[in-house]
């Protein structure tokens, strides 16, 4: 195809000195405009640079309210571990109003699996607020290790489905009902569980029958076979197992061993001879077997 040619009169219009000065001020006044909106932007960003790093617009106080386990002192490193560094190098993560506050509520939360509750929010342009509310511990887990009874372990508070939430400050006595052993053998078992959460409160329920029936519970012991037991504190530092089986319904084992304790000759002879009780065996389905170290 042959490129059209322009005729005299258009090439004349084109050549025009009045049309090339209007597009010589149109080129002009684009280069303006650029410039122009080029200085605005770099104003808006400046000023908004200027107001994200203002001094009185970063967060210097962490108030932490709510803990009575965990140390403030904790709470507060955590969080001002996120108010530290800049958004694209620029804007500060402990300004008031960009602070990363999902990310540090969910650090929180894993960090410490005792946190029931957690809120923060500001109280002022230099202030933040972390307010908790805490799990209760219902029990203790001291280790894995069911063999051996180390009333001094360190131990782990659990919730109440017996997930582990933070460690225990030692206990003498029998404050809390002491579990050893189970599927957990992690040095760092925070958030973790040593038994699901139907064999834990089944074994709280066991537990708290045999505390109705006067005895005092020292140990659950879960070692791995199916044979679990509790440790009884006698006093005078003496000792009597329950034996019982973990597939055992544990309802019927309570209830089979109150009806046994209601029976006058071992009610006398718990009462009687009760430091010199060695065991209650319910491992047999509806028989009960006891044995005193001086009458069997």
């Given amino acids: 195809m042959r490129r059209a040619e322009i005729s005299p009169l258009k090439k004349h219009i084109q050549e025009s000195p009045k049309l090339q000065e209007l597009r010589a001020k149109r080129v002009s006044l684009r280069r303006r405009l650029v410039i122009l909106f080029s200085i605005l932007f770099a104003t808006i960003i400046s000023a908004f640079v200027f ?24 709470i507060t490193k955590t969080v001002d571990g996120f108010l530290d560094g800049n958004y694209a190098y620029v804007i500060p993560h402990r300004n008031t109003f960009f ?31 972390v307010s908790v509310t805490e799990l209760r511990g219902y029990a203790l887990w001291c280790g894995a290790d069911a063999s051996t009874i180390d009333m001094t372990a360190p131990c782990w ?13 030692y206990y003498s006595g029998n404050v809390y009902p002491r579990f050893f052993g189970g599927s957990l053998s992690d040095s760092n078992p925070l958030g973790k569980t040593f038994v699901s959460q139907s064999e834990f409160q089944s074994l709280l329920m066991f537990e ?22 509790f440790v009884l504190d006698l006093g005078n530092k003496k000792t009597a197992i329950v034996r019982f089986l ?39 389905t509806n028989k009960l077997y006891y044995k005193f170290s001086e009458h069997p």
Avoid: C, W
């Fill in 99 to 129: 602070y990363p506050k999902k990310k540090i509520i969910a650090s929180l939360a894993k960090e410490f699996p005792r946190l029931k509750t957690i809120s923060v929010y500001r109280t002022s342009k230099m202030t933040l607020a």
């Fill in 246 to 284: 973990s597939s055992a319904n544990y309802q019927t084992l309570a209830d089979n061993l109150t009806l046994a304790l209601s029976k006058k000759e071992l009610a006398d002879a718990v009462k009687k001879n009760r430091l010199n009780l060695q065991y209650f065996d319910l491992r047999f």
């Fill in 157 to 169: 508070f659990t919730d109440d489905t017996g997930k582990i939430i933070s460690i225990a400050p």
């Fill in 208 to 229: 708290s029958r045999i505390r109705s029936l006067g005895f005092q519970v020292k140990a659950i012991t879960i070692p791995p076979g199916p044979e679990y037991s």
């Fill in 51 to 74: 107001f994200a790093r203002y001094p009185r617009l970063q967060i210097e106080t962490i108030v932490v309210s709510g803990n009575q386990i965990i140390s403030t002192d904790e």
